[in-house]
């Protein structure tokens, strides 16, 4: 056994290392699969299954005497998986290669565990791995379950080092009070720890993909997120929600066509001209936490009015952020639902009107139809919105294959589809009659969630429409969905959705028997009830824990009054809270428990007092004995002593509990001086 | 000395209360063993709760006297057993002798049939006659040639021996000394004591002046006051804490038994009836810790020698009243 | 005995306390702090906040584990003792009594003594004992090295111990029993009419059978009638005395001459003989029993010349 360890420069005893106990090791089997079983979704196939093989091996040594592989092996293992790592990364370096390296030593460690230094690396490792997992998910369902698996880690290292291998219900307690006691320290830490702005070095391009709404639209392409029921942002409104048909959460706008493709105007940086807005009606105020989606756009209801902070108003009354969102940004705006715009410039006209290519006879045929008719523009638009409502038109959620001119067969053809293609359809149509128009991408509805008062909105709530400029009234909204399926447009896809799972087509019910046809039996409504519930603690860890930043915390200590939160007035703050907040813990740690015996307490007080004349009481000593020898030491406290010992003992010894309280007041009114007065 | 006849002093003390009663027997004792007043209250603490008593010092201290006077102030049958090599089991408890005239075998009482038995030099008898007499304190009857018979039910043993272990001795082992409730030593007078008895009529002729001052029932009451004494939870705690103290200090061969530890608790008890409380304190515990612990512990060799203080002494002082 | 004055004291009993205990990270701790760092770095770079949550977490539990590591060993009690005496040559034993008046138990304390570590369970408001043997080579008193206590519980990240303490426990270490001669009447001074004779002292030792031997004066009538057969009174003791004698061994160096003398003593323990003991400057008078026995050897340990 060694006696002690050689520190730099120190020498003292220390405990010996040990072999850790059977349980033990067991137990670090277990951890390392807990842990690898974070890892599963981003660590290639044959990487996890090598890794398991490598437990398994070592589980079978260890229980039914397989042979335990030689130096020689091992590092031939480890060598191999590099190999195979850099085939399949190209590098060695990174997050991705990197984790999948430590995943595989995780691995192979479990080989050669022997010593007690070997499992306490492991442990690191563990600990290290865990962390490691939020680079790929910071869901509250993966910080839960990181919690316990750190928790199981820490029993490990108790386990580890209790040599005999202490009962569970102990490591356990200990491993647990631990993790409890950390948790204030953990916090300020948290709190206080200085952010910094930028990163230490280049984050990997793979580390944001981008999300959500596309900037590119063709019919079919909003489809990849109509089964997608990620957040995309959720709202909390100052006052009422408003109703569902007015929810138009404009996010681009498209006006660059090839007749296929929608896309954004190229030459949209040098904008010249300031859009106006003429405000009416009653603002609206409030916040979106929108999930990071790697790109510039910021969601706001038509039309916002007030740009929020970092951000800016771009053409098309959309707003953009500073820098990509990657990570979930929280922001307020206000927009008023009922406004007018401006005089349309030459170059809003230009692109208002933009074709790619000439339309087909029965596309010119329909629209000379329209304009023979039609007196102004407005009504114009209005002949082309009834088209769609009264024409045979279904909206549905799996239209068929389209063709080389998408509009014209969906016009004539399969007239089966959905927002965009009723979108495209219209604005194609309404450029044909030279009515400035363009196409509008976004949400549309939401789903209101009464545990957190807040609104929703998934991916799947990603809509698109129309928007037209009539003379008079500037830009307006034009929603062709709204003609097929008003329900679409007046419950929101989630009802949209739950009316398909019920078995009902869309378009050909009123909006109140759409509701109806949508209820549900009490169990998906227990589901969805649920369902808010965890939506609401999830928004709740995002706002509290995976959005704590730089801002947020500049913010949070401009409320505690540092105004300057220089990183050195921030590392002394830090410094002295954590000091204090430890010397806190030790006094309530370390004191010892104070007697539960109100008798004994009392009678200790009493002892006390006279320590400090000299008269200390052994601990073997009897009160009598005690009060005898304070009255020979002090012969003018015999009285006072003599009464109060004379209490305690019919206290103590007799049961005489009603005299409890005399003895409290006997000795709190027991003050002896520190010179004898006799 | 009073001078009122023997059955009117002792009926008269049969009403009184059992904390004067005690006192003036003290008192009396005290008169014949001067200046020994803690032994004189250890032996009767012990008489009170109902044990044996062994005395042990070096001879001519007063062992012999004190039994004596004991058995007369406290007016009980009173016989004595001088211990020597060649005492056999039936000289103490009895022999059967064929009665010619019955036919029959008639069993003659040995002195064990008293109420106070002074077994002097106890350690001077071969074991087997130590175990009869150890046997018959323990069972308080006795066993002889298939018959057995019940002991008066006030029945005590005062055992004296001599502290070295001398050639010819029988040191009583471990498991019999367990059988005395309290072992106790007399030690020289103080000197004015001393000087005292030197002036003095000589003891022996006091005692025989000596009147019983009560009766078998009186004590009898005692004994029965001293069984319902309060010994709070508290003070049980600290003969708890005693007895695990004994059990594993290093220093000591070996830790006490549960028997012990009851021991403790009888003579606390009677001890607080001696100083006249009806409950038990720490100090009572500590007052009869010596006698009741001393013979059944026992230093590791070596430490014995090394020790400024009395075993029972550091004992309690390495235990905490709770 | 000249002491050597700079000996930090002796002490009787010790309770463990802030002033005595230190604390610093092992081996492992500092690991420990490596793989924190690494983490934390992970952490700033890629603005991972729930990173930077369990990083501080990981933190603060090895900050509060120094408290639990404080805890386990601050307010044992420890006092020393010396076991029984042995002779030179053997290992001296010392038990540490170690006290524990908390209400919690104290696992994984080890107590280092020399160059060796004893590991030492407590359970709540427990007491235990630890052997600690120390090797012997001169006889007289040794003294018990002095000791340390140690302890790197709950996580071993943290090493706490204390300086070391010296207990006033000695142990009495006996002259090896080792000589030539072996225990014979020529050797030893015997008194002549005892030795190797049949012992026959005036003390009542136990009755036996009757040989026809016997003195007739030596039967136990009372007892042989009552048994139905004759029984002979046995007598032994006082009269044969072995004298071991320190000046019958004029040739030896004195520490043979002790050796030899506690070999004799051994031995006549061992046959049941009473010896006495003749050392120049002290006599110990003929006797027998473990503690004559003891008296013997410790006057032979502690002999230090005329």
């Known amino acids: 056994m060694v006696g002690s360890v050689r520190l730099p420069g120190l020498r003292h005893p220390a405990p010996p290392d040990h072999m850790p106990s059977r349980e033990a090791v067991n137990l670090v089997l277990i951890c390392t699969l807990a842990v690898l079983a974070l890892h599963v979704t981003h660590v290639p196939l044959w990487m996890v299954l090598a890794a398991s093989c490598l437990i398994l091996w070592r589980y079978l040594i260890d229980n039914l005497g397989w042979r335990s592989p030689g130096s020689l092996v091992r590092m031939l293992l480890a060598i191999a998986m590099m190999v195979m790592v850099y085939k399949h990364y190209q590098s060695l370096l990174g997050r991705d290669p990197g984790v999948a390296m430590l995943f595989g030593l995780t691995g192979l460690k479990a080989l050669e565990l022997r010593r007690l230094r070997d499992y306490l690396l492991t442990v690191f490792l563990l600990y290290f791995l865990t962390v490691a997992a939020f680079l790929y998910s910071q869901s509250l369902w993966v910080g839960g379950y990181a919690f316990l698996v750190v928790a199981l880690t820490t029993l490990c290292l108790v386990q580890l080092n209790q040599p005999l291998g202490a009962p569970w219900t102990r490591c356990l307690r200990l491993a647990g009070g631990l993790l409890v006691k950390s948790i204030p320290l953990m916090c300020i830490l948290y709190l206080l720890f200085p952010r910094i702005q930028g990163s230490l070095w280049g984050v990997p391009i793979d580390a944001y993909g981008v999300i959500g709404l596309s900037d590119r639209v063709q019919m079919g392409s909003v489809h990849g997120l109509i089964a997608n029921d990620r957040v995309a942002f959720r709202v909390e409104f100052d006052g009422e929600p408003p109703a569902n048909r007015d929810l138009y959460w404009r996010a681009l706008v498209l006006e660059d066509t090839d007749g296929r493709v929608w896309t954004r105007r190229s030459d949209l940086d040098d904008d010249p001209v300031p859009e106006t807005i003429?405000?009416?009606?009653?603002?609206?105020?409030?916040?979106?936490?929108?999930?990071?989606?790697?790109?510039?756009?910021?969601?706001?209801?038509?039309?916002?009015?007030?740009?929020?902070a970092m951000a800016r108003r771009r053409a098309g009354y959309i707003v953009e952020a500073n820098r990509k969102i990657r990570n979930r940004f929280r922001y307020r705006v206000q927009s008023h639902l009922d406004y007018r715009t401006g005089p349309l410039s030459r170059d809003q006209r230009f692109w208002g009107l933009h074709m790619a290519k000439a339309p087909t006879p029965r596309m010119q045929q329909l629209v000379n139809d329209w304009r023979a008719v039609a007196k102004t523009?407005?009504?114009?638009?209005?002949?082309?919105?009834?088209?769609?409502?009264?024409?045979?038109?279904?909206?549905?959620?799996?239209?068929?294959?389209?063709?080389?001119?998408?509009?014209?067969?969906?016009?004539?053809?399969?007239?089966?589809?959905?927002?965009?293609?009723?979108?495209?359809?219209?604005?194609?149509?309404?450029?044909?009659?030279?009515?400035?128009?363009?196409?509008?991408?976004?949400?549309?509805?939401?789903?209101?969630?009464?545990?957190?008062?807040?609104?929703?909105?998934?991916?799947?709530?990603?809509?698109?429409?129309?928007?037209?400029?009539?003379?008079?009234?500037?830009?307006?909204?034009?929603?062709?969905?709204?003609?097929?399926?008003?329900?679409?447009?007046?419950?929101?896809?989630?009802?949209?959705?739950?009316?398909?799972?019920?078995?009902?087509?869309?378009?050909?019910?009123?909006?109140?028997?759409?509701?109806?046809?949508?209820?549900?039996?009490?169990?998906?409504?227990?589901?969805?009830?649920?369902?808010?519930?965890?939506?609401?603690?999830?928004?709740?860890?995002?706002?509290?824990?995976?959005?704590?930043?730089?801002?947020?915390?500049?913010?949070?200590?401009?409320?505690?009054?540092?105004?300057?939160?220089?990183?050195?007035?921030?590392?002394?703050?830090?410094?002295?809270?954590?000091?204090?907040?430890?010397?806190?813990?030790?006094?309530?740690?370390?004191?010892?428990?104070?007697?539960?015996?109100?008798?004994?307490?009392?009678?200790?007080?009493?002892?006390?007092?006279?320590?400090?004349?000299?008269?200390?009481?052994?601990?073997?000593?009897?009160?009598?004995?005690?009060?005898?020898?304070?009255?020979?030491?002090?012969?003018?406290?015999?009285?006072?002593?003599?009464?109060?010992?004379?209490?305690?003992?019919?206290?103590?010894?007799?049961?005489?509990?009603?005299?409890?309280?005399?003895?409290?007041?006997?000795?709190?009114?027991?003050?002896?001086?520190?010179?004898?007065?006799? | 000395m009073n001078s009122k006849p023997q059955h009117e002093i002792a009926a008269e003390m049969a009403t009184v209360p059992t904390a004067k009663v005690l006192r003036t027997a003290i008192d009396r004792i005290n008169e014949i063993i001067l200046g020994k007043d803690r032994s004189v209250r250890l032996a009767l603490c012990c008489l009170i709760a109902r044990g044996h008593l062994l005395i042990e010092d070096i001879p001519g201290v007063g062992k012999t006297t004190l039994a004596q006077t004991l058995a007369a102030v406290l007016g009980l049958d009173f016989k004595r057993i001088q211990f020597t090599s060649d005492l056999l089991p039936a000289d103490i408890i009895g022999v059967s002798i064929f009665d010619t005239e019955r036919n029959t075998f008639r069993f003659h009482r040995g002195p064990i049939f008293s109420s106070l038995l002074l077994a002097d030099e106890i350690n001077r008898a071969t074991p087997k006659a130590q175990s009869a007499l150890l046997e018959a304190m323990q069972e308080r009857q006795v066993s002889a040639e298939g018959v057995t018979l019940?002991?008066?039910?006030?029945?005590?043993?005062?055992?004296?021996?001599?502290?070295?272990?001398?050639?010819?001795?029988?040191?009583?082992?471990?498991?019999?000394?367990?059988?005395?409730?309290?072992?106790?030593?007399?030690?020289?007078?103080?000197?004015?004591?001393?000087?005292?008895?030197?002036?003095?009529?000589?003891?022996?002729?006091?005692?025989?002046?000596?009147?019983?001052?009560?009766?078998?029932?009186?004590?009898?009451?005692?004994?029965?006051?001293?069984?319902?004494?309060?010994?709070?939870?508290?003070?049980?705690?600290?003969?708890?804490?005693?007895?695990?103290?004994?059990?594993?200090?290093?220093?000591?061969?070996?830790?006490?038994?549960?028997?012990?530890?009851?021991?403790?608790?009888?003579?606390?008890?009677?001890?607080?009836?001696?100083?006249?409380?009806?409950?038990?304190?720490?100090?009572?515990?500590?007052?009869?810790?010596?006698?009741?612990?001393?013979?059944?512990?026992?230093?590791?060799?070596?430490?014995?020698?090394?020790?400024?203080?009395?075993?029972?002494?550091?004992?309690?002082?390495?235990?905490?009243?709770? | 005995m000249a002491r050597n004055t700079t000996r930090p004291a002796t002490v009787e009993r010790i309770t463990l306390g802030r002033r005595q205990l230190y604390m610093l990270p092992t081996r492992y701790g500092l690991y420990f702090c490596v793989a924190l760092v690494a983490m934390l770095l992970m952490a700033l770079n890629y603005h991972n906040s729930i990173a930077y949550l369990f990083t501080f977490l990981l933190a603060a539990m090895a900050i509060t584990s120094m408290l639990y590591t404080h805890r386990n060993v601050a307010g044992i009690e420890i006092s020393a003792h010396a076991q029984a005496p042995v002779f030179a040559g053997e290992s001296a034993k010392f038990s540490l009594h170690t006290e524990n008046d908390r209400p919690r138990p104290r696992s994984g304390v080890w107590i280092h003594c020399g160059d060796r570590a004893e590991r030492l369970e407590l359970g709540a408001k427990d007491s235990a004992s630890v052997e600690l043997q120390q090797r012997t080579t001169r006889r007289g008193y040794v003294e018990m090295d002095p000791i340390a206590v140690s302890s790197a519980f709950p996580l071993g990240l943290l090493c706490t111990w204390s300086k070391s303490f010296r207990f006033n426990a000695r142990c009495l270490v006996y002259p090896r029993p080792h000589g030539r001669y072996t225990l014979t009447p020529a050797a030893a001074g015997c008194t002549p009419q005892s030795y190797g004779t049949h012992a026959d002292g005036d003390d009542?030792?136990?009755?036996?059978?009757?040989?026809?031997?016997?003195?007739?004066?030596?039967?136990?009538?009372?007892?042989?009638?009552?048994?139905?057969?004759?029984?002979?009174?046995?007598?032994?003791?006082?009269?044969?005395?072995?004298?071991?004698?320190?000046?019958?061994?004029?040739?030896?160096?004195?520490?043979?001459?002790?050796?030899?003398?506690?070999?004799?003593?051994?031995?006549?323990?061992?046959n049941g003989l009473s010896y006495g003991l003749r050392l120049p400057g002290s006599v110990i008078g003929a006797g027998h029993g473990k503690h004559h026995r003891h008296r013997c050897l410790k006057a032979l340990a502690l002999w230090s010349g005329q």
Not at chain 1, 281 to 307: C, K
């Open chain 2, 150 to 322: 019940p002991l008066p039910e006030l029945f005590f043993v005062i055992g004296t021996q001599n502290p070295q272990h001398q050639i010819g001795t029988f040191p009583l082992p471990e498991s019999q000394l367990d059988r005395f409730l309290m072992r106790i030593g007399i030690g020289y007078p103080d000197h004015d004591a001393e000087r005292k008895l030197l002036e003095g009529v000589d003891r022996r002729t006091l005692l025989n002046s000596v009147e019983p001052l009560l009766e078998e029932s009186t004590l009898r009451r005692v004994q029965r006051k001293a069984e319902v004494i309060r010994l709070s939870p508290a003070l049980l705690d600290y003969i708890q804490a005693l007895l695990h103290a004994t059990r594993s200090a290093p220093w000591l061969v070996h830790g006490l038994s549960p028997r012990a530890g009851l021991a403790l608790s009888h003579a606390a008890r009677a001890w607080a009836l001696l100083e006249d409380r009806d409950t038990v304190l720490p100090e009572d515990v500590q007052a009869v810790a010596p006698a009741v612990f001393g013979h059944r512990l026992q230093y590791t060799e070596d430490t014995a020698t090394d020790a400024g203080l009395g075993l029972v002494d550091r004992l309690i002082r390495s235990v905490p009243i709770p």
């Open chain 1, 377 to 678: 523009q407005a009504e114009l638009v209005q002949l082309g919105f009834n088209y769609f409502r009264e024409e045979p038109f279904f909206y549905t959620l799996s239209p068929g294959d389209i063709g080389n001119n998408p509009v014209d067969e969906f016009l004539f053809e399969t007239r089966r589809g959905y927002c965009e293609y009723f979108a495209t359809s219209f604005v194609t149509l309404m450029r044909m009659a030279d009515v400035p128009s363009r196409l509008v991408v976004g949400y549309q509805g939401g789903e209101w969630n009464p545990a957190g008062n807040y609104m929703v909105i998934r991916e799947f709530d990603a809509h698109a429409w129309a928007e037209v400029w009539l003379p008079g009234r500037g830009w307006q909204r034009v929603d062709p969905t709204a003609a097929v399926a008003p329900e679409r447009v007046e419950l929101g896809f989630s009802v949209l959705s739950r009316m398909a799972q019920n078995g009902h087509a869309f378009g050909v019910l009123d909006v109140d028997a759409a509701r109806a046809a949508a209820q549900s039996n009490w169990w998906q409504r227990g589901v969805r009830e649920t369902g808010f519930y965890f939506d609401f603690l999830n928004n709740a860890w995002n706002q509290l824990i995976l959005d704590y930043d730089v801002d947020q915390q500049r913010e949070w200590l401009r409320t505690l009054g540092i105004r300057t939160p220089a990183w050195v007035v921030l590392t002394g703050t830090l410094v002295l809270v954590v000091v204090l907040l430890f010397l806190l813990m030790a006094v309530v740690m370390l004191r010892p428990r104070p007697d539960r015996d109100p008798v004994v307490a009392g009678y200790r007080r009493f002892c006390a007092k006279l320590a400090p004349l000299g008269l200390e009481r052994a601990s073997y000593e009897g009160p009598w004995d005690f009060a005898r020898r304070v009255a020979r030491a002090r012969p003018d406290l015999d009285g006072e002593v003599r009464r109060i010992t004379s209490t305690y003992v019919n206290v103590r010894y007799r049961n005489r509990f009603a005299a409890l309280p005399v003895l409290r007041r006997q000795i709190r009114q027991f003050r002896p001086t520190r010179s004898g007065g006799a």
């Open chain 1, 278 to 308: 003429r405000e009416r009606g009653r603002e609206i105020n409030y916040s979106v936490t929108l999930e990071p989606h790697n790109q510039r756009w910021l969601v706001a209801l038509e039309l916002p009015t007030v740009t929020p």
């Open chain 3, 204 to 270: 009542f030792v136990g009755l036996r059978a009757y040989h026809p031997s016997d003195p007739p004066r030596h039967v136990h009538w009372k007892a042989s009638a009552r048994s139905q057969e004759l029984l002979t009174k046995r007598f032994g003791g006082g009269g044969g005395t072995v004298w071991l004698d320190w000046d019958r061994l004029v040739e030896l160096e004195p520490e043979s001459r002790l050796s030899q003398l506690a070999r004799w003593v051994v031995d006549a323990e061992s």
